[in-house]
């Protein structure tokens, strides 16, 4: 007796299964002609510093003549560095302290005035606002060496002339900071969340200091950084309204030094130059210090409003 095994069935055939495609990664694409253009914007604004650097480890006859961009065998930062704090008593410290006394607090009473009148201008509505924005607007035009003379005129009528005061009041006034306030509050802080505040009982100053203030950070600190550059930079408002040499700042008194080197006057001397310009150097690193500080808080506000919740 046979038996007969039952013939083995086979599924009908099908789409075989695919697997998914795997999505390449986008390789960036190369601009031969952008990186050649962000390689000449690198060497503009570093080219500048390093040169500075460079000439602060010279003396006078080494800065005229070695190459200008190169070190020479014997260089003498240190010494020169020495050399600018001791030069006339230390007067150096006088106008380091100076300089950062009216950058700071110009920077920090410029940054809330801007914030809160940018504030205001962004949440509230009152009768010719419109107006008063576009005099703010129209005030970013006018150049400051332009208000420098009456801004003396008036100040010589209250008797601030040659006081701190006459540097730092003048720096509170920041146009373009207030527009930047204005148009960043409009976004940052929402009106929804100021009603609920409102509600809550909280009054419009502790609004504006314990929530909107916070929320303005980035922006604040933009203002603040633009602030504190501008006055730590200012040459031509102090150079008129100041007249002692122990309230001058380093831009006015690093120019006092160029003119006796250059123009041999009272306490000139052949060493003086590198004076200038080992000066020049040590302004800087409190600025660099600062950005690399604050630098974060525009980091933390570069995504401000990019997410819809």
Known sequence: MTTTLPKATTAPAGPAPTTPKRHRSATPRRSTPLTIAMLAALAYFLLPLFWLLVASTKNTQDLFNSFGLWF???????????????????????????????????ALGAALLAAAAGYGFAKFRFRGDRAAFNLVLGAIMVPATALAIPTYLLF??????????????????NPFGLYLMRVYAADAVRDSLLEAARIDGAGEARIFFRIA????????????????????????????MLNDPNLYPITVGLSSWAAQ??????????????????????SIVPLVIAFLMLQRYWQSGLATGSVKQ
């Open 156 to 173: 010589a009528e209250v008797g601030l002339v040659n006081t701190p005061w006459a540097i730092i009041l003048p720096s509170l006034v």
């Open 213 to 240: 203030l916070r929320l303005l950070a980035p922006g604040l600190v933009t203002v603040l950084l633009f602030t504190l550059v501008a006055t730590w930079n200012n040459y031509f408002l102090p150079l008129i």
């Open 72 to 106: 020479t065998r014997a260089p003498q930062l240190l010494a020169n560095i020495r050399q600018t704090f001791t030069q006339d008593d230390g007067v150096f410290v006088d106008w380091l302290l100076n300089t950062a006394m009216y950058a700071v607090v110009s």
């Open 261 to 282: 080197a250059q123009n041999g006057g009272a306490g000139a001397s052949s060493d003086m130059l590198p004076l200038v310009v080992t000066g020049s150097l040590i």
